[in-house]
């Protein structure tokens, strides 16, 4: 009997506190609803989207109709369009939502990766920072790249950059950790500069076929940015394709699940990225979501986190061979030549954007 008053007072500030929580989840709550009328009072009077015939040739998707942007607005309308329904919402948020989870990804790694200490970890380090950069960068593009027509190749542009320098992470870690020892024997002296190489040449591919855009024919474009692309991959996956191909059912390689997986996904992203086979079978049916490119998106995702994975599993499980393959100042070289890659396709991009200078002031000059 002499607990009673103690159990009803516990019980008191129990209940207390469940009540606190409970009014701080409502406040929450409430707060939460208030935000579309917050969006609407910083810009209530954003401009609807607009048809395909309303804006210039070199906004036009080929098949997607209506859900265009219109041109010339401040800067704060496109930023605010990430909540707003048109074309190219779901191409930013799929890589916006990719860029948050890569984020959190390499938060979780560096609880267990000492990247600071270890050289070793410094490639695993490369591909996490240059998936955060292309991500970041498409980002970017899509959602700002209506505003101007300089202002659309100046963004699709850095986007371009942002791809080859994942391209260059993807060479880093294949080669580093990847590599079985009969090919890295033939191959160590050639295959990073060669990546080096082919990573600026697949920026200068993008960025030549983004500026000859409606001027040439569709395919002639998609060969420039496809043709380097395609050659700059099949050099950075050799290394994970001669692992895949002796794969048995036998095997207790745990990261070859997740490099097929990554190899499966590029693949699948690489054909919705060439053929826009969705919007050309539902033509004007794909405006908002249904476009290959956001499928495209989709599959890069998943490939690039499959294969985050898969190298995180051989910096750990391949450690005794690759520190043996790969001398003391190996690495440093490597980063060094990924510094080398950003600045070498950053100085392709701004070549190419003095061109589209000089081509939209000649424009404008004739009217």
């Known amino acids: 009997m002499t607990q ?3 159990t009803a007072k516990l019980l008191a500030v129990m209940a207390t506190i469940v009540m606190e929580r409970i009014g701080r989840v409502f406040i929450s709550l409430q707060q939460i609803r208030q935000v579309p009328r917050m969006l609407n009072e910083a810009a209530p009077s954003m401009p609807g989207t607009v048809r395909d015939t309303e804006v210039p040739l070199y906004f036009r998707d080929h098949h997607v ?9 401040n800067w704060r309308y496109y930023a605010l369009s990430l909540f707003q329904r048109h ?21 979780q790694l560096a609880e267990v990766v000492d990247f600071a200490g270890d050289p070793h970890a410094w490639p695993l380090l490369v591909l996490i920072l240059s998936s955060l950069t292309y991500t970041g960068f498409s980002v970017a593009a899509h959602l700002l790249g209506s505003k101007s027509e300089l202002c659309n190749y100046t963004f699709f542009f850095l986007d371009y950059v942002g791809v080859a320098q994942y391209q260059y992470g993807s060479a880093i870690v294949h080669f580093y950790y990847a590599a079985d020892e009969s090919l890295h024997g033939h ?3 050639i295959f990073m500069p060669a990546a080096t190489v082919l990573s600026c ?6 960025c030549y076929g983004k500026y000859w855009n409606h001027s040439r024919s569709t395919w002639v474009r998609k060969v420039c ?14 290394p994970v394709a001669q692992r895949l191909l002796s794969w048995s059912t036998s095997s207790s390689d745990p990261a070859l699940p ?14 919705f990225f060439t053929f826009p086979v969705v919007e050309r079978c539902l033509p004007g049916r794909c405006d908002f979501v249904g476009q290959s490119h956001q499928i ?12 985050i994975h898969a190298s995180h599993l051989d910096y750990v499980g391949r450690r005794a061979l690759y520190s043996r393959l790969h001398g003391g100042g190996e690495v440093a070289l490597f980063a060094g030549l990924y510094v080398v890659t950003l600045v070498a396709c950053a100085l392709i991009a701004a070549f190419m954007l003095r061109k589209v200078k000089q081509v939209i002031d000649l424009k404008s000059k004739s009217k």
């Open 187 to 189: 191959v160590r002296r």
């Open 296 to 307: 495209f998106h989709v599959f890069l995702s998943c490939c690039t986190l499959c294969q």
């Open 4 to 6: 009673a008053p103690g």
């Open 201 to 206: 040449l697949s920026c200068l591919g993008c």
């Open 87 to 107: 074309n190219e919402t779901i191409n930013v948020w799929t890589h916006l939502l990719a860029f948050l989870v890569l984020l959190v990804k390499l938060r």
């Open 225 to 238: 940015q496809v043709l380097p692309s395609t050659i700059a991959y099949l050099w950075d996956i050799s």
């Open 65 to 73: 109709c209506t859900g265009y942007r219109p041109l010339d607005q």
């Open 258 to 271: 997740y490099h097929f997986g990554q190899v499966a996904f590029f693949l699948s992203c690489a054909v």
